[in-house]
């Protein structure tokens, strides 16, 4: 399906997506998505108006245009992986509220329970003393 250059490309970049330390931005009115992995010294830029791939590492920088198809898979794979990340936070970020407001909601039933109790301490009526003369 692929030629073996793309086939190459293609799995630096699958490979580069499954790395959590790869930065994925995204400039989707420019067309254009930048992987970056600055441990690795690996940097892809795609611009998907144009169908070019640009690879660079310390030592190299190609530029080539590609098959529409190709692109476009690549493209996917970059999104689904943007995807699941996003998701991810998400997933963190709502796991996070979820538990803030249930240390809230309980901090407030104890607090109703303590205003409760004092409520009925000051309701209750006072013992009367006898004096004696």
């Given amino acids: 399906m692929y030629t073996k250059i793309e086939s190459h490309i293609f799995g630096i ?3 580069l997506l499954k790395v959590s330390s790869t930065d994925i931005n995204v400039d989707e009115l420019g067309g254009k998505y930048y992987l970056s992995n600055d441990e690795q010294h690996f940097k892809v830029t795609i611009l998907s108006n144009d169908y070019v791939i640009r690879l660079t590492n310390t030592r190299d920088s190609v530029a ?34 979820e538990k ?3 240390r809230l909601h309980n901090r407030l039933i104890e607090s109703n329970e303590q205003d409760q109790t004092v409520r009925r301490l000051d309701i209750k009526p006072a013992k009367k003393k006898k004096i004696n003369f």
Wanted: net charge negative.
């Fill in 64 to 97: 080539e245009k590609y098959d529409k198809f190709f692109v476009e898979d690549v493209l996917r794979a970059v999104k689904e992986e943007k995807h699941r990340r996003m998701e991810l936070v998400y997933d963190s970020i709502t796991n996070s509220i």
């Fill in 13 to 15: 970049i699958t490979e």
């Fill in 100 to 102: 803030m407001a249930e």
